[in-house]
């Protein structure tokens, strides 16, 4: 079955943006250009937008290049990060410091890695507030309890002086979400933040993130490989594949219409109710590593729809409003977008 061609361009936009990242390309020197390539994404004000795709994807480094925090050895090629009007790639360390833990928190994987263990959790709340509102160690940590309490921990004023060690993973990560929002932010990054979690606190600490994003209107972008986590929780997706963006949509859309084979075949790797006993889709092959990516399309390897087409480069086309993909085929109406691509 075939569909009509699409048009190309770029869809209006419904939100106002917070976060607009545009042509962004890292490398790794000469030897592995292109680890990630013309990455195009918006956070809107108040919404939240997951950044999904296998490891490996360029999801991860994308989200480090918003915070500041690549590693040396890469280096940023081409493009920007607005920030409410700030570009993020030519400030100095000092504006950094000023936006990262202010206007933009972030909650890491692994709490046990992110936080201090030094220092009790109260003193590491604190420490946002005494660095970006100058405020006296009692407030802070008055400040803190109020956060701790914010997020669910009981006996908060008791917790302060507890160290990471004494609490449990559940409770590391309401303490690393505490810490994220202490700054006040606009914006909050969370990388895998429910992974390392057993599916009841996962479900408690998406609940306490939806709390927060309403009461104090944060946007949310969300760095997983979790789709339930996706349908759950997010607005928007945003699907990575070997440092390219492949599919840009709103959630239900593009679980109820993936336009791009490369978002199909991730939908179709997850249990579904309504299809029992049906063996799951098995994405042959591996995220190719940087350096060795093909040309063209590169999840044409792998993909059962390539055609010698895709060997050339992809444009992005419009479906609709807000939802973009960059395969040639779809374009072209070979394919038609859904869960049958």
């Known amino acids: 079955m075939t569909a009509a061609p699409l048009a190309t361009g770029t869809a209006p936009a419904t939100a106002e943006a917070l976060l607009s990242v545009r042509g962004l390309t890292l490398d790794l020197g000469t030897t592995q250009p292109g680890l990630v390539q013309d990455v195009e994404f918006t956070v809107p004000k108040g919404r939240s937008v997951a950044l999904i795709g296998e490891s490996g994807c360029g999801k991860t480094l994308t989200a480090m290049a918003i915070l500041g925090l690549l590693p040396r050895a890469v280096r940023v090629v081409s493009g920007e990060i607005d920030f409410a009007g700030t570009d993020l790639l030519t400030c100095g360390p000092r504006e950094l410091r000023r936006i990262r833990g202010g206007p933009v928190g972030a909650v890491f994987q692994e709490p046990m890695s992110s936080l201090d263990p030094t220092m009790t959790v109260g003193d590491q709340i604190a420490e946002a507030r005494r660095i970006h509102f100058k405020e006296g160690r009692r407030t802070a940590r008055e400040h803190a309890r109020g956060l701790l309490d914010r997020v669910g921990i009981p006996d908060a004023k008791r917790r302060l002086d507890s160290y990471p060690h004494e609490m449990s993973g559940g409770m590391q990560q309401r303490v690393m979400i505490a810490a994220a929002i202490a700054g006040e932010p606009r914006l909050v990054l969370a990388d895998e933040p429910t992974t390392a979690l057993d599916v009841t606190i996962q479900a408690e600490i998406l609940e306490l993130l939806r709390d927060l994003r309403r009461d104090l209107g944060l946007a949310v972008l969300l760095v997983t490989h979790d789709l339930g986590v996706v349908a759950d929780f997010c607005d928007e997706v945003v699907v990575m594949y070997a440092g390219h963006v492949v599919e ?70 419009v479906l609709a409003a807000g939802h973009h993909t960059c395969c040639g085929r779809v374009a072209a109406g070979d394919l038609t977008p859904g869960r049958e691509l």
Do not use: M, N
Request: hydrophobic share 30%; proline share 14%.
């Open 248 to 317: 840009k949509a709103p959630v239900r859309e593009a679980f109820r219409t993936p336009a791009h084979p490369y978002t199909s075949a991730l939908l179709g790797s997850v249990p579904r109710s309504d299809r029992a006993r049906t063996p799951l889709e098995v994405i042959g092959g591996r995220v190719p590593p940087a350096g060795s990516f093909p040309g063209g399309c590169r999840f044409r390897p792998r993909c059962r729809h390539a055609a010698a087409s895709c060997g050339e480069p992809q444009a992005d086309t």
